[in-house]
């Protein structure tokens, strides 16, 4: 699973407008879909696709598609994200990576007296305001390799859409946002243990500050989410480890390691003996 939209800066491929930590402005335009389509967005997105078209499926199961000359707001969240390329074309898209420090920011120029409920997508009317800010910001920002402006451009973004004909409900979708539904936390816990997510990501996605979600998650677990954690992946790494033949980086990225030399040592601490050890131990009691 890739985070985004720091997989993004790592991509030679992918051009990086402006970047300021987990805010960002990327031009992205590929030949070929990646066929690791599951990411985690570190930040809200807009996305506006230039070219061919998105699939995007939520974590909870929500389907949307997005056609050329449409933008869409992406929360903060897990999603199976498909690059649609026409036949002998190309996918092209410019991607908005804003944190909730730009946001709160932005909201606080409203008055909204309570959230409503919302769904996991917005699609925004690419209208003549919209397509004139794209094309001056990537005249004047291409190549700079800049980010002081990275903070004032996408806020000037957000302001642009809320003077739009959807402005208001847009306003109404950042500010539910932040008032996200709480999700079961034992059932999503375990489903997900795997991805490569720190503990105030798994706050976030199920719906939690980080002090509810620590003392929600001892009270139910009746241990840190840390050592939880830890425990949770290295006993399916030992099972991974027992009955298949994969390496040990390739069941490291699977129980959502992304540092190797990290993970053995973890490994080390909870079994006594190294990934590879244990794999070539249980190979020869099997065979036994």
Request: overall charge positive.
């Amino acid at each position: 699973m890739k985070v985004v939209p720091h997989a993004f800066y790592l991509n030679p491929a992918i051009e990086k407008i402006l970047i300021d930590g987990n805010s960002a402005v990327i031009h992205k335009k590929v030949t070929a879909s990646d066929i690791q389509n599951q990411r985690y967005l570190a930040s809200h997105a807009l996305t506006l696709v230039l070219q061919g078209g998105l699939q995007i499926e939520k974590h909870s199961g929500e389907f949307t598609k997005i056609h050329k000359n449409q933008m869409v707001l992406l929360p903060k969240g897990l999603y199976a994200i498909t690059d649609i390329i026409p036949v002998d074309q190309c996918f092209e898209a410019i991607v908005f990576f804003f944190d909730q420090e730009i946001t709160d920011e932005f909201l606080n120029s409203f008055e909204i007296s309570k959230s409503q409920h919302t769904t996991c997508t917005f699609l925004i009317d690419y209208d003549e305001n919209l397509r004139l800010f794209t094309d001056t910001l990537l005249a004047l920002y291409r190549g700079k390799s800049t980010h002081q402006f990275t903070k004032p451009k996408l806020l000037e973004l957000l302001h642009l859409i809320s003077i739009s004909e959807k402005g208001d409900a847009f306003v109404q979708h950042l500010f539910a946002l932040k008032n996200r539904e709480r999700l079961h936390i034992k059932k999503f816990m375990l489903q997900n243990f795997e991805k490569p997510l720190d503990i105030v990501d798994y706050a976030y996605l199920t719906g939690r500050s980080l002090s509810t979600f620590q003392r929600d998650f001892k009270s139910t677990f009746h241990m840190s989410p840390k050592k939880w954690l830890i425990e949770k992946r290295m006993q399916e790494a030992s099972k991974l480890l027992r009955t298949t033949s994969d390496s040990v980086t390739d069941i490291a990225y699977r129980v959502g390691y992304e540092n190797v030399s990290h993970f053995i040592k973890a490994f080390h601490k909870l079994f006594g003996t190294s990934p590879k050890q244990y794999q070539i131990q249980n190979r020869k009691n099997t065979l036994i």
